[in-house]
């Protein structure tokens, strides 16, 4: 069911797309060691493939992944990859790139969270419309333990979303938040059983596409235009303290301790 | 124990206002085929009924519904009688009116949910103060099914109130919401029990009027006063587009077709 | 466990302050009659903490009380001991400075509700970062029974943090709420069992000062730069309101009626 867009101008690597009847589907299935985390490579492919939906008759995009990791985040491996501060001014542009692509993305965006949403992977959700999450989904940000600072406009959006107790301990902190616990704090619209949660959702994606595409965008733009400055702003400051932090020695350190780490990588 | 108010200057026909000690009830009861709709005639009544309660000697209003449905919302008749161009123009008119009485309202504002709070029935909850509602009550915005875009403000209370993922939810897909979970995600302040819910909502409305009138209309002009403008340029986009959409020809089918359907009515 | 810090300037008489490796507790323990208020002298004691803290090798700041009442909020035999107006006139000063010293505090403060958190009580948590409280914590703001405004920003951060209609109902009405309705709602982080909190509360508080000063710093900046203007207005409007309101015969005969009945303390 995973055929890729004959519309899709170039060979994606790291993700799948699918051009549906009014309606596309985006799956991030990236070919690192770290499963579905967001490099410089992937972000281009996902904004890519945004950027086509935008044009063509697709009233709204899936965004999923392939696999039981839903988003790892930025790719750790690639801020400690060579010259630290060249890595970090590359992976800052296109984040950058990546969360104004979606702060501006005129469509409703229906997010489908398989599995752990980490970090960038968690950050991304208040910037999508719509969020459904399988039971054994898993949301946390790890910024305190990277000695990083929020990125995503997380700092924004998740005290917004969460209330800022919970929101300041999931970025103060790390907090991890199951599936039943994002719903009940409003950030997942609804939760799904595993093993039956494609089958309950494309339906629901498929319905909501034979809305009106105009109203559907009319209602988007009506619903976002309260915020997008002050996302906007959010993110340009975040990205800035990024560029400076991510090379600093003490960041280098808590990365590479982080990496080495296995138990961060069992969700 | 609805007698008409002898300070009213009019009769009313869709509505009956009771002046009680220190405030004022209203409850909407109109003549229509289908329950408690909002027309230019009921809303008129409804911005009189206000404004008399905001110069008596009232501490607060008590906004409620007779019959088993709280608001079935805008009349759907109204907008497919005669010219839709004049009745959209004529719908928005009041609408805008409706909106604003209640944005610019001093006093504080109870809403009694009894029953079905649907599209402009619920959009309004969120410009009253307090909700309580029934157990039985059920919430949802049939707008996308309408092919219309959203009103009453909703495009930005229902976000705040619910939470981005559950908001949007609502807004794009009409999505059906229960009073337990109204009360969960913070649309409604308390649920009652159907068949006790008066004798437990009036005594404590009665209490809260005998609270300091000054004390009560300076709180609710501090807790208001950062979302006013907000609400108010919201409330005129949100007009201006469904002065557009409403005659179209899209959206005249879509509302023929919802009120030929019967389980629209069965709540 | 409660050493008076050393670095303190000043002998405490109304709280217990402990400079601990990289954060400082600070434990309200008045001598007043009732349990734990605040007045002038007690802020003052505060705000020499708080600033001490600000300044030293704090990465964080505990926040919590001896006694099984976290804070009774403002002192109300203050406001009703000499002339009224310069009693209101000391005590809005001082609760100014309170308020502005929080809003401005630029390192993350968890704040740990061991009791009851009334008014101000109860208005200074969405001030901190983090609020953990104990299962028999209770948190009400009885403004209304005191025929006075909202204080401590609680017009602005309480409709924001428990959603419109239940903050309304806490500020009109002071409806009472419990520790676990006041997490699900969003106001706390966390509840704890009262007799094992404090064992699990302070390795959490201790393990957070171990991340970097600086980036904890910076995540606080970026999560409050939003709302900071606005607070900062809310707090000069809602004292100025406080400084004509308090001195009124209405509002002194409230506070002494309520100071007369036994039942606002027990909690």
Avoid at 82 to 103: C, E, H, N, Q, Y
Avoid at 110 to 128: E, H, Q, R, S
Avoid at 174 to 191: D, F, I, M, N
């Amino acid at each position: 069911t995973s055929v890729r867009s004959a519309e899709c101008a170039f060979r994606n690597k790291d993700i799948v797309v699918k051009k549906c009847q009014r309606y596309t589907q985006i799956w991030l299935n990236t070919q690192t060691r770290l499963k579905n985390v967001l490099n410089p490579q992937v972000i281009q492919e996902i904004v890519t493939a945004l950027n086509s939906a935008k044009y063509d008759d697709s009233n709204l995009v899936m965004f999923s992944s392939i696999g039981n990791v839903f988003c790892s985040g930025v790719d750790l491996n690639y801020l400690t990859t060579g010259d630290p501060k060249i890595a970090a001014r590359k992976m800052v542009d296109s984040l950058r790139f990546l969360v104004k692509t979606f702060i501006t993305f005129p469509k409703p965006i229906v997010a489908v969270v398989t599995g752990a949403a980490v970090g960038l992977g968690m950050a991304i959700l208040p910037l999508c419309d719509i969020t459904y999450a399988s039971d054994k989904a898993l949301f946390y940000l790890p910024y305190s333990t990277l000695s990083q600072t929020p990125e995503g406009c997380s700092s924004f959006t998740l005290p917004q979303v969460l209330g800022l107790a919970m929101g300041s301990e999931l970025l103060f902190c790390g907090r991890k938040v199951t599936a039943l616990e994002a719903h009940q704090l409003g950030l997942v619209s609804q939760v799904f059983w595993p093993t039956s949660m494609m089958q309950e959702v494309i339906p629901r994606v498929q319905q909501m596409a034979l809305f009106s595409g105009k109203a559907l965008e009319t209602t988007k733009l009506l619903i976002r235009c309260h915020n997008r400055t002050k996302l906007e702003l959010t993110n340009e400051t975040e990205c800035n303290l990024l560029l400076e932090r991510w090379p600093t020695a003490e960041c280098q350190r808590a990365i590479l301790a982080y990496l080495d780490d296995e138990k961060n990588f069992i969700y």
